[in-house]
């Protein structure tokens, strides 16, 4: 099977933009979560679709959303970028009722 | 709210020596997930411990969780370059929760 993809892959965005991530999951998972990496606050936690719902949201501000569409890709959107949200953005895929993350490569944002 | 704290952040070892890496949570967890990210790389699942006193191996890698729940090790036994990368405890109060919560992790640096 192939794994998650995720695209793009390095983005370089200045401040007060928006961006849009994607993320394509493992045929036939259909929970897709999303995770913030930085060096200062680890990995952190977004949200969790499931079957095109948020089940699951992260302490992060409403500038930070996301969707899922009916064939379980995923999106999520950052507004009025800061300098802060640059990161490494990872999307993770798993079945339904199990814990098992398989995390795609994950998207380099730069904000300038 | 779950408190995880993961001990110690850095761990600089000869190959061949041995490493051991701790997750200690503040409340009983229904489960724990370890997870291993190679530098430049995305986490990648290693193994989940569900039981009481649990016990796995995986060739030179032990895990076991605590009789209390609470906490969780693993240790690499005569470690190889290899085994570089950062190790990240993903502990879970809530079987069937998809909102995983991150320990800091341990980076593990080799010295040949």
Redesign the interface.
């Known amino acids: 099977k192939a794994g998650v993809t995720q695209t793009p892959r390095y983005l370089i965005k200045t401040r007060g933009q928006q961006v849009t991530l994607s993320c394509s999951p493992i045929s036939g998972h259909r929970?897709v979560?999303w995770?913030q990496q930085t060096p200062g606050q680890?990995?952190?936690?977004l949200f969790?679709y499931?079957s095109e719902t948020q089940?699951?949201k992260?302490n992060f501000p409403g500038r930070f959303s996301g969707r899922q569409f009916s064939n379980s890709r995923s999106e999520m959107n950052v507004s009025t970028l800061e300098l802060g949200d640059s990161a490494l953005y990872?999307c993770?895929s798993?079945l339904l009722?199990t814990?098992?993350?398989?995390?795609?490569?994950?998207t380099r944002l730069t904000v300038t | 709210g779950q408190q995880v704290m993961q001990i110690p952040q850095y761990q600089h070892v000869q190959e061949g020596e041995d490493f051991t890496t701790y997750c200690n949570s503040s409340t009983t967890l229904s489960?724990i997930?370890w997870?291993k990210q190679r530098p430049g790389?995305?986490?990648?699942?290693l193994i989940?411990l569900v039981k009481s006193g649990e016990v796995k191996k995986q060739k030179r890698l032990t895990f076991q969780f605590g009789e209390a729940k609470k906490n969780s090790s693993l240790h690499i036994t005569a470690t190889q370059t290899t085994d570089v990368g950062t190790y990240?405890c993903?502990p879970?109060t809530n079987?069937?929760?998809?909102?995983?919560?991150?320990?800091?992790?341990t980076r593990l640096t080799i010295i040949p």
Do not use: M
């Open positions: 929970s979560s995770y680890g990995l952190q936690f969790e499931f089940r699951n992260g990872l993770a798993s009722g814990l098992e993350q398989y995390f795609g490569p994950g | 489960n997930q997870y790389g995305h986490p990648v699942f989940q990240f993903a879970s079987f069937g929760n998809e909102k995983l919560t991150f320990g800091t992790g």
